[in-house]
């Protein structure tokens, strides 16, 4: 099984609202990333986890919140986000943190509209 | 950070080869070049990855000169299904976290 799996797909939501994205891979990676990429640009890396512990978190606002249940599973719980904040959210996965030459898996994405 | 540059577009026809060079000055030392292909509303597929001279896979062949500063990557006889964004990474200063350039956006007409 080499797929990362995201749910859901769409999500609207207010800025009042409380929501989460959810990602999931069986391939035993140990390593898990959160991207945030808006229309005809790149994305651009938020979170990185290894190891189930938070690697890095570039500088991203407190409004998104991002969880690691177990090494299968990758949350990001979303809080008061602002319309700016919607996106096409990646999640990936790649055999560990730290090696020259890992190969990102990424999920399908959750298309994010904040109004 | 191992910034990389390429163009932002390129057109092509159905049955030729294509060549997307991508530039990363001041690439480290021990940073791989990685491309990536995106289609609208999914996520980056890994294509070919190097180090330095040539790599090919069933896929694409990526040619790395001597001073690494710059990455080609060659898709023989495209087809229409070969219309993306092909993104060349390079790793964040030995950090390993890839980097997203801005990406080359492939069309493919027949």
């Known amino acids: 099984d080499t797929e990362v799996t995201q749910t859901p797909k769409h999500l609207v939501m207010g800025m009042t609202n409380k929501k989460s994205l959810k990602c999931e891979q069986h391939?035993?990676?140990?390593?898990m990333y959160w991207y945030k990429q808006k229309a005809k640009k790149p994305p651009e890396l938020m979170f990185v986890?290894?190891?189930?512990?938070?690697?890095i978190n570039e500088s991203v606002p407190s409004r998104f919140s991002p969880e690691c249940p177990n090494s299968s599973l990758l949350n990001l719980h979303l809080h008061a986000l602002q319309p700016e904040d919607s996106a096409l959210y990646l999640c990936?996965?790649?055999?560990?943190?730290?090696?020259?030459?890992?190969?990102?898996?990424f999920g399908p994405g959750t298309r994010l509209t904040v109004l | 950070l191992a910034k990389t540059t390429q163009p932002i577009s390129m057109d092509s026809y159905e049955g030729q080869e294509v060549n997307i060079t991508c530039s990363h000055n001041?690439?480290?030392?021990?940073?791989?070049i990685t491309w990536y292909q995106q289609f609208p509303s999914q996520g980056p597929r890994f294509i070919i990855q190097?180090?330095?001279t040539k790599v090919t896979n069933e896929v694409a062949s990526l040619f790395i000169p001597a001073d690494r500063k710059s990455s080609t990557l060659s898709l023989p006889r495209v087809s229409l299904s070969d219309t993306a964004v092909y993104y060349c990474?390079?790793?964040?200063?030995?950090?390993?976290?890839?980097?997203f350039g801005r990406g080359t956006s492939l069309i493919v007409h027949p």
């Open positions: 986890y290894s190891y189930e512990k938070l690697s």
């Open positions: 190097g180090y330095k």
């Open positions: 391939m035993g990676h140990r390593a």
């Open positions: 990474l390079g790793a964040s200063g030995g950090s390993y976290i890839p980097t």
């Open positions: 001041n690439i480290a030392t021990n940073d791989y």
């Open positions: 990936a996965s790649s055999q560990d943190l730290g090696e020259p030459y890992n190969e990102q898996f």
